[in-house]
Protein backbone atom coordinates (compact mmCIF):
# COMPACT_ATOMS: atom_id res chain seq x y z
CA UNK A 1 0.00 0.00 0.00
CA UNK A 2 1.17 3.34 -0.99
CA UNK A 3 -0.53 6.43 -0.10
CA UNK A 4 0.15 10.11 -1.58
CA UNK A 5 -0.46 11.80 2.59
CA UNK A 6 1.29 9.57 4.23
CA UNK A 7 5.25 8.45 5.07
CA UNK A 8 6.16 10.54 1.78
CA UNK A 9 4.84 7.39 -0.41
CA UNK A 10 6.89 5.20 0.97
CA UNK A 11 5.22 1.43 0.23
CA UNK A 12 3.95 0.11 3.36
CA UNK A 13 2.04 -3.68 4.23
CA UNK A 14 0.60 -4.62 7.13
CA UNK A 15 0.66 -7.86 6.43
CA UNK A 16 4.00 -8.25 7.34
CA UNK A 17 3.41 -7.08 11.18
CA UNK A 18 0.92 -9.74 11.30
CA UNK A 19 2.59 -11.69 14.29
CA UNK A 20 3.71 -8.74 16.00
CA UNK A 21 0.47 -7.00 15.85
CA UNK A 22 -1.35 -10.10 17.00
CA UNK A 23 0.94 -10.82 20.17
CA UNK A 24 1.28 -6.86 21.30
CA UNK A 25 -1.17 -4.79 19.69
CA UNK A 26 -4.13 -5.83 21.90
CA UNK A 27 -5.56 -2.68 21.70
CA UNK A 28 -7.60 -0.74 24.13
CA UNK A 29 -8.07 -0.95 27.58
CA UNK A 30 -11.68 -1.65 29.30
CA UNK A 31 -12.91 2.05 30.39
CA UNK A 32 -12.53 2.68 26.60
CA UNK A 33 -15.62 0.07 25.40
CA UNK A 34 -17.54 1.28 28.87
CA UNK A 35 -17.86 4.73 27.25
CA UNK A 36 -18.54 3.47 23.91
CA UNK A 37 -21.26 0.97 25.60
CA UNK A 38 -22.60 4.82 27.52
CA UNK A 39 -22.72 5.90 23.77
CA UNK A 40 -24.65 2.74 23.23
CA UNK A 41 -22.07 1.28 20.30
CA UNK A 42 -21.43 -2.49 20.90
CA UNK A 43 -24.31 -3.42 22.05
CA UNK A 44 -26.27 -7.16 21.97
CA UNK A 45 -27.42 -7.54 18.45
CA UNK A 46 -26.06 -4.51 17.06
CA UNK A 47 -25.09 -5.33 13.52
CA UNK A 48 -21.23 -3.76 13.02
CA UNK A 49 -19.43 -3.47 9.97
CA UNK A 50 -15.36 -2.94 11.32
CA UNK A 51 -13.14 -1.43 8.30
CA UNK A 52 -9.33 -1.53 8.45
CA UNK A 53 -10.46 -4.53 11.09
CA UNK A 54 -6.51 -5.33 11.33
CA UNK A 55 -6.38 -8.87 13.39
CA UNK A 56 -9.96 -7.94 14.92
CA UNK A 57 -9.73 -6.00 18.12
CA UNK A 58 -12.46 -3.52 17.60
CA UNK A 59 -14.31 -6.98 16.08
CA UNK A 60 -13.46 -9.27 18.42
CA UNK A 61 -14.25 -6.61 21.51
CA UNK A 62 -17.78 -5.76 19.69
CA UNK A 63 -18.43 -9.79 19.00
CA UNK A 64 -17.64 -10.41 22.80
CA UNK A 65 -20.49 -8.06 24.23
CA UNK A 66 -23.01 -9.66 21.60
CA UNK A 67 -22.32 -7.74 18.82
CA UNK A 68 -23.29 -9.12 14.85
CA UNK A 69 -19.85 -8.19 13.89
CA UNK A 70 -18.44 -8.36 10.02
CA UNK A 71 -14.77 -7.02 9.65
CA UNK A 72 -13.12 -6.31 6.44
CA UNK A 73 -9.29 -5.74 6.05
CA UNK A 74 -7.27 -5.78 2.59
CA UNK A 75 -4.58 -7.90 4.37
CA UNK A 76 -4.47 -11.48 4.31
CA UNK A 77 -2.29 -11.97 7.16
CA UNK A 78 -4.23 -9.61 8.86
CA UNK A 79 -7.45 -11.36 8.56
CA UNK A 80 -5.59 -14.77 8.93
CA UNK A 81 -4.59 -13.60 12.26
CA UNK A 82 -8.12 -11.73 13.32
CA UNK A 83 -10.00 -15.62 12.46
CA UNK A 84 -7.26 -17.52 14.17
CA UNK A 85 -7.76 -15.05 17.48
CA UNK A 86 -11.61 -15.21 17.14
CA UNK A 87 -11.83 -19.17 17.33
CA UNK A 88 -9.46 -19.28 20.45
CA UNK A 89 -11.93 -16.74 22.18
CA UNK A 90 -14.88 -18.56 20.68
CA UNK A 91 -16.35 -15.85 18.85
CA UNK A 92 -18.19 -15.79 15.43
CA UNK A 93 -17.14 -12.94 13.44
CA UNK A 94 -17.65 -12.91 9.61
CA UNK A 95 -13.81 -11.59 8.33
CA UNK A 96 -13.25 -10.89 4.68
CA UNK A 97 -10.37 -9.75 3.11
CA UNK A 98 -10.46 -7.23 0.60
CA UNK A 99 -10.41 -2.89 0.34
CA UNK A 100 -12.84 -1.26 2.35
CA UNK A 101 -13.39 0.91 -1.15
CA UNK A 102 -14.70 -2.18 -2.38
CA UNK A 103 -17.22 -3.66 0.03
CA UNK A 104 -20.31 -4.59 -1.03
CA UNK A 105 -23.17 -5.10 1.35
CA UNK A 106 -27.15 -4.64 0.78
CA UNK A 107 -28.16 -1.38 1.68
CA UNK A 108 -28.99 -0.38 5.48
CA UNK A 109 -26.89 -3.28 6.35
CA UNK A 110 -25.33 -2.17 10.12
CA UNK A 111 -26.15 -0.24 12.90
CA UNK A 112 -22.61 0.98 13.35
CA UNK A 113 -19.54 1.34 11.32
CA UNK A 114 -16.56 1.56 13.07
CA UNK A 115 -12.88 2.14 11.97
CA UNK A 116 -10.13 2.19 14.51
CA UNK A 117 -6.62 3.12 13.49
CA UNK A 118 -7.94 3.21 10.08
CA UNK A 119 -9.93 6.03 8.33
CA UNK A 120 -6.75 7.36 7.16
CA UNK A 121 -5.74 4.62 5.08
CA UNK A 122 -9.21 4.82 2.92
CA UNK A 123 -10.24 6.92 -0.16
CA UNK A 124 -13.09 9.03 1.90
CA UNK A 125 -14.42 10.34 -0.90
CA UNK A 126 -15.04 6.63 -2.62
CA UNK A 127 -16.24 5.57 1.30
CA UNK A 128 -18.49 7.84 2.18
CA UNK A 129 -21.04 7.10 -0.27
CA UNK A 130 -20.61 3.92 0.74
CA UNK A 131 -20.85 4.21 4.07
CA UNK A 132 -24.41 6.45 3.72
CA UNK A 133 -25.59 3.29 2.02
CA UNK A 134 -24.56 0.95 4.25
CA UNK A 135 -25.59 2.26 7.24
CA UNK A 136 -29.08 1.74 8.82
CA UNK A 137 -31.61 4.09 9.65
CA UNK A 138 -30.56 6.08 12.96
CA UNK A 139 -27.02 4.26 12.51
CA UNK A 140 -23.53 6.07 12.80
CA UNK A 141 -20.14 6.14 12.13
CA UNK A 142 -17.49 5.38 14.70
CA UNK A 143 -14.11 6.34 14.17
CA UNK A 144 -11.63 5.58 17.01
CA UNK A 145 -7.45 6.24 17.67
CA UNK A 146 -5.02 4.94 20.55
CA UNK A 147 -1.86 7.19 20.61
CA UNK A 148 0.80 7.23 22.54
CA UNK A 149 2.06 10.72 23.55
CA UNK A 150 5.86 11.33 23.12
CA UNK A 151 5.98 14.55 24.17
CA UNK A 152 4.55 13.14 27.46
CA UNK A 153 6.86 9.73 27.56
CA UNK A 154 10.49 9.83 27.49
CA UNK A 155 10.19 5.84 26.76
CA UNK A 156 8.03 6.67 23.90
CA UNK A 157 9.75 9.62 23.43
CA UNK A 158 13.19 7.98 23.14
CA UNK A 159 12.01 5.20 20.45
CA UNK A 160 10.30 7.24 17.90
CA UNK A 161 13.79 9.03 17.81
CA UNK A 162 15.10 5.70 17.29
CA UNK A 163 12.42 5.07 14.90
CA UNK A 164 13.49 7.95 12.89
CA UNK A 165 16.65 6.90 12.62
CA UNK A 166 15.93 3.97 10.78
CA UNK A 167 12.82 5.32 8.60
CA UNK A 168 12.66 9.33 8.44
CA UNK A 169 9.75 9.00 6.29
CA UNK A 170 7.96 7.65 8.61
CA UNK A 171 5.22 10.61 9.67
CA UNK A 172 3.85 8.97 12.90
CA UNK A 173 6.04 10.93 14.71
CA UNK A 174 5.52 13.91 16.91
CA UNK A 175 1.69 13.41 17.74
CA UNK A 176 1.42 16.43 20.42
CA UNK A 177 -2.21 15.13 21.67
CA UNK A 178 -4.75 17.84 19.72
CA UNK A 179 -7.16 15.77 17.68
CA UNK A 180 -9.55 17.93 15.74
CA UNK A 181 -13.08 17.44 17.13
CA UNK A 182 -14.28 17.00 14.06
CA UNK A 183 -12.34 15.71 10.61
CA UNK A 184 -12.82 18.10 7.64
CA UNK A 185 -13.90 15.02 5.06
CA UNK A 186 -16.97 14.72 7.46
CA UNK A 187 -18.81 18.42 7.34
CA UNK A 188 -20.47 17.85 4.35
CA UNK A 189 -22.35 14.73 4.79
CA UNK A 190 -22.34 13.65 8.43
CA UNK A 191 -22.98 15.46 11.46
CA UNK A 192 -20.91 15.30 14.68
CA UNK A 193 -22.90 13.45 17.53
CA UNK A 194 -20.22 13.50 19.90
CA UNK A 195 -16.48 13.42 20.51
CA UNK A 196 -14.72 11.97 23.43
CA UNK A 197 -11.16 12.21 24.27
CA UNK A 198 -9.41 10.07 27.57
CA UNK A 199 -5.59 9.40 28.42
CA UNK A 200 -4.49 6.61 30.49
CA UNK A 201 -1.27 4.86 31.32
CA UNK A 202 -0.93 1.54 29.69
CA UNK A 203 1.48 -1.31 30.82
CA UNK A 204 4.55 -2.88 28.84
CA UNK A 205 6.88 -4.96 29.91
CA UNK A 206 10.78 -3.96 27.85
CA UNK A 207 9.54 -7.28 25.25
CA UNK A 208 6.29 -6.28 24.63
CA UNK A 209 6.99 -2.08 24.14
CA UNK A 210 9.35 -4.00 21.74
CA UNK A 211 6.68 -5.78 19.83
CA UNK A 212 4.31 -2.73 19.79
CA UNK A 213 6.80 -0.84 18.07
CA UNK A 214 8.07 -3.56 15.78
CA UNK A 215 4.40 -3.55 14.77
CA UNK A 216 3.82 0.04 13.73
CA UNK A 217 3.59 1.13 10.46
CA UNK A 218 7.18 2.92 10.40
CA UNK A 219 9.05 -0.38 11.53
CA UNK A 220 7.24 -3.57 10.67
CA UNK A 221 5.20 -3.10 7.73
CA UNK A 222 7.72 -0.26 6.22
CA UNK A 223 11.20 -1.93 6.45
CA UNK A 224 13.22 -5.26 5.23
CA UNK A 225 13.59 -7.96 7.61
CA UNK A 226 17.13 -7.23 7.47
CA UNK A 227 16.43 -3.64 8.76
CA UNK A 228 13.57 -4.48 11.33
CA UNK A 229 16.28 -6.67 12.74
CA UNK A 230 18.84 -4.63 13.69
CA UNK A 231 16.59 -1.72 14.65
CA UNK A 232 15.22 -4.47 17.05
CA UNK A 233 18.67 -5.15 18.15
CA UNK A 234 19.14 -1.55 19.07
CA UNK A 235 15.95 -0.80 20.83
CA UNK A 236 16.66 -3.78 22.89
CA UNK A 237 19.85 -2.16 24.46
CA UNK A 238 17.88 1.35 24.69
CA UNK A 239 15.23 -0.09 26.55
CA UNK A 240 17.45 -2.00 29.24
CA UNK A 241 19.19 1.09 29.43
CA UNK A 242 16.23 3.66 29.95
CA UNK A 243 12.87 1.50 30.72
CA UNK A 244 12.69 -0.99 34.03
CA UNK A 245 11.27 -3.83 33.51
CA UNK A 246 7.99 -3.57 33.59
CA UNK A 247 6.41 0.60 32.92
CA UNK A 248 3.64 2.76 31.75
CA UNK A 249 3.52 4.48 28.20
CA UNK A 250 0.99 7.62 28.09
CA UNK A 251 -1.35 6.99 25.85
CA UNK A 252 -4.44 8.77 24.12
CA UNK A 253 -7.84 7.25 23.21
CA UNK A 254 -10.12 9.36 21.09
CA UNK A 255 -14.02 8.74 19.77
CA UNK A 256 -15.77 10.04 16.83
CA UNK A 257 -19.26 9.36 16.57
CA UNK A 258 -20.58 10.67 13.18
CA UNK A 259 -24.24 10.62 12.11
CA UNK A 260 -25.49 11.47 8.45
CA UNK A 261 -27.17 14.82 8.31
CA UNK A 262 -30.38 14.47 7.04
CA UNK A 263 -29.72 16.13 3.59
CA UNK A 264 -27.30 12.94 2.82
CA UNK A 265 -29.89 10.81 4.09
CA UNK A 266 -32.53 12.26 1.50
CA UNK A 267 -30.14 11.71 -0.97
CA UNK A 268 -29.60 8.92 -0.47
CA UNK A 269 -33.03 7.44 -0.41
CA UNK A 270 -33.73 9.41 -3.64
CA UNK A 271 -31.09 7.85 -5.41
CA UNK A 272 -32.28 4.30 -4.04
CA UNK A 273 -35.46 5.08 -5.04
CA UNK A 274 -34.25 6.17 -8.69
CA UNK A 275 -32.47 2.69 -8.80
CA UNK A 276 -35.22 0.93 -7.99
CA UNK A 277 -37.78 2.33 -10.45
CA UNK A 278 -35.21 1.99 -13.18
CA UNK A 279 -34.36 -1.63 -12.46
CA UNK A 280 -38.67 -1.91 -12.24
CA UNK A 281 -37.96 -3.14 -8.58
CA UNK A 282 -41.32 -2.34 -7.11
CA UNK A 283 -40.62 -3.55 -3.63
CA UNK A 284 -37.44 -2.02 -3.36
CA UNK A 285 -38.99 0.92 -4.77
CA UNK A 286 -41.92 0.83 -2.45
CA UNK A 287 -39.74 0.16 0.46
CA UNK A 288 -39.00 4.22 0.65
CA UNK A 289 -42.09 5.35 0.64
CA UNK A 290 -45.05 5.82 3.29
CA UNK A 291 -47.37 4.00 3.66
CA UNK A 292 -49.71 6.51 2.44
CA UNK A 293 -47.29 7.64 -0.30
CA UNK A 294 -49.38 10.54 -2.53
CA UNK A 295 -47.49 9.91 -5.62
CA UNK A 296 -48.43 12.38 -9.22
CA UNK A 297 -49.85 9.81 -12.13
CA UNK A 298 -47.89 11.57 -14.87
CA UNK A 299 -49.66 9.59 -17.46
CA UNK A 300 -53.77 9.89 -16.40
CA UNK A 301 -53.05 13.01 -14.70
CA UNK A 302 -54.14 13.38 -10.73
CA UNK A 303 -52.66 10.92 -8.06
CA UNK A 304 -52.25 8.20 -6.62
CA UNK A 305 -52.59 7.27 -3.06
CA UNK A 306 -50.59 4.53 -0.94
CA UNK A 307 -48.40 1.80 -1.75
CA UNK A 308 -50.89 -0.43 -3.27
CA UNK A 309 -51.94 2.82 -5.80
CA UNK A 310 -48.53 3.18 -6.96
CA UNK A 311 -47.98 -0.36 -7.62
CA UNK A 312 -51.20 -0.35 -9.60
CA UNK A 313 -50.21 2.57 -11.71
CA UNK A 314 -46.67 1.78 -12.27
CA UNK A 315 -48.29 -1.38 -13.33
CA UNK A 316 -50.23 -0.16 -15.92
CA UNK A 317 -47.75 2.23 -16.73
CA UNK A 318 -44.94 -0.41 -17.93
CA UNK A 319 -46.82 -2.48 -19.73
CA UNK A 320 -47.73 0.55 -22.17
CA UNK A 321 -44.46 2.56 -22.24
CA UNK A 322 -40.91 1.95 -21.05
CA UNK A 323 -39.65 5.28 -18.46
CA UNK A 324 -35.96 5.98 -17.69
CA UNK A 325 -35.54 8.68 -14.89
CA UNK A 326 -31.71 10.11 -14.66
CA UNK A 327 -31.38 12.29 -11.32
CA UNK A 328 -28.83 14.76 -12.96
CA UNK A 329 -28.84 16.65 -9.06
CA UNK A 330 -30.33 16.52 -5.62
CA UNK A 331 -30.94 19.52 -3.40
CA UNK A 332 -31.88 18.56 -0.22
CA UNK A 333 -32.96 20.16 3.03
CA UNK A 334 -32.84 19.14 6.46
CA UNK A 335 -36.24 19.69 6.78
CA UNK A 336 -37.22 17.34 4.74
CA UNK A 337 -38.11 18.60 1.12
CA UNK A 338 -35.85 17.77 -1.77
CA UNK A 339 -35.54 19.18 -5.36
CA UNK A 340 -34.53 17.21 -8.42
CA UNK A 341 -33.70 17.74 -11.79
CA UNK A 342 -34.44 14.42 -14.00
CA UNK A 343 -33.31 13.48 -17.21
CA UNK A 344 -36.32 11.93 -17.97
CA UNK A 345 -36.47 9.38 -21.41
CA UNK A 346 -39.69 7.73 -22.63
CA UNK A 347 -39.71 5.19 -25.00
CA UNK A 348 -42.06 2.63 -26.61
CA UNK A 349 -42.33 -1.00 -25.99
CA UNK A 350 -41.11 -0.99 -29.74
CA UNK A 351 -38.23 0.85 -28.37
CA UNK A 352 -38.41 4.20 -30.05
CA UNK A 353 -37.96 7.60 -28.39
CA UNK A 354 -40.85 9.40 -27.70
CA UNK A 355 -39.95 11.62 -25.01
CA UNK A 356 -36.46 12.87 -23.63
CA UNK A 357 -36.38 15.96 -21.31
CA UNK A 358 -35.43 17.62 -18.72
CA UNK A 359 -38.18 17.67 -15.93
CA UNK A 360 -38.10 18.35 -11.90
CA UNK A 361 -39.23 15.94 -9.16
CA UNK A 362 -39.94 17.44 -5.69
CA UNK A 363 -40.65 15.51 -2.63
CA UNK A 364 -41.04 15.99 0.78
CA UNK A 365 -39.99 13.49 2.99
CA UNK A 366 -41.03 12.73 6.45
CA UNK A 367 -39.24 10.18 9.04
CA UNK A 368 -37.01 8.48 6.29
CA UNK A 369 -39.40 7.89 4.09
CA UNK A 370 -40.91 9.53 0.80
CA UNK A 371 -44.53 11.00 2.15
CA UNK A 372 -45.07 12.84 -1.23
CA UNK A 373 -44.04 13.75 -4.76
CA UNK A 374 -44.95 16.28 -7.38
CA UNK A 375 -43.71 16.97 -11.08
CA UNK A 376 -42.54 20.38 -12.36
CA UNK A 377 -41.72 21.22 -15.94
CA UNK A 378 -37.83 21.69 -15.81
CA UNK A 379 -36.80 25.35 -15.26
CA UNK A 380 -32.83 25.97 -15.55
CA UNK A 381 -33.00 29.32 -13.36
CA UNK A 382 -34.57 27.85 -10.50
CA UNK A 383 -32.15 24.74 -10.63
CA UNK A 384 -28.90 27.04 -10.54
CA UNK A 385 -29.75 28.71 -7.40
CA UNK A 386 -27.79 27.90 -4.85
CA UNK A 387 -29.64 25.37 -2.13
CA UNK A 388 -27.41 26.32 0.58
CA UNK A 389 -24.96 24.18 0.13
CA UNK A 390 -26.88 20.81 0.06
CA UNK A 391 -26.89 20.35 -3.68
CA UNK A 392 -24.74 17.69 -4.95
CA UNK A 393 -24.30 16.13 -8.62
CA UNK A 394 -25.47 12.60 -8.39
CA UNK A 395 -24.66 9.67 -11.43
Known amino acids: MKKTNIDNEREFDWGKTSQDYAAYRS ?3 ESFYEVLAALGIGRPGQRI ?3 GTGTGVLARAFAKRGAAVTGVDIAAN ?17 FQVGPAEEIDFPDASFDVISAGQSWLYFDAAAMIPKVLRLLAAEGCLVITHLLWLAHKDRIAKRSEALVLKYNPDWGGAGYQGTMPPVAPWSREHFALRTFHMMEAPLEFTREAWQGRIRASRGIGASLSDEAVQKFDAEHRKLLETIAPPRFTVAHQMTIHVYVPKPEATIRRLLENAYRAFNARDIDAALATMHADVE ?4 MEGGSVHGHSGVRDYWTRQ ?12 IEAHAA ?14 AGHVVKDEMVQHVYLVE ?3 IRSMEIRKFSASRSQ ?3 GGNSCPTT
Open 49 to 51: LDL
Open 78 to 94: QIAAAKALAEQQGLDIA
Open 27 to 29: GYP
Open 318 to 329: WGMIDPHVEPMR
Open 385 to 387: KKG
Open 295 to 298: WPNG
Open 336 to 349: GRAVVDVHQVVRDR
Open 367 to 369: GGL
